[in-house]
């Protein structure tokens, strides 16, 4: 069963917005810590934002105060909005899962379930 099912994803101009959704219908433990990852090519993936079982945040410096991450905890959804979105934003999105963890994390290796992707391209 597919775990994680991202959605969203799409091509804007440089200071549009996109909203990312990442649905868990393979998930089956309650609250869990979550996050958002991107790849571009030729480089590393990057962890990009996090929330917490409980619902702390964590974003790298390169989004903090355009990317806003919430849960709803109701359907188990996970959101990314993407506002001032820039060129170099452009990537693969990856959201990922973990059996919960009271601080967020930006490191791919604390997340064990992964979807898809869904790719981000912004242009100038």
């Known amino acids: 069963q597919v775990q994680l099912v991202e959605s969203g994803g799409g091509s804007v101009q440089a200071g549009g917005s996109l909203s990312l959704s990442c649905a868990t219908p393979?998930?089956?433990?309650?609250?869990?810590?979550m996050a958002w990852f991107r790849q571009a090519p030729g480089k590393e993936r990057e962890g990009v934002a996090a929330i917490s079982k409980y619902d702390k945040t964590e974003y790298s410096s390169s989004v903090k105060g355009r990317f806003t991450i919430s849960k709803d905890h109701g359907t188990r959804t996970l959101y990314l909005q993407m506002n001032n979105l820039q060129p170099e934003d452009t990537a693969m999105y990856y959201c990922?899962?973990?059996?919960?963890?009271?601080?967020?994390?930006?490191?791919?290796?604390?997340?064990?379930?992964w979807g898809q992707g869904t790719q981000v391209t912004v242009s100038s």
């Open positions: 393979g998930i089956s433990f309650a609250n869990p810590s």
């Open positions: 990922a899962a973990a059996e919960g963890r009271w601080v967020p994390t930006l490191l791919g290796s604390a997340y064990n379930y």
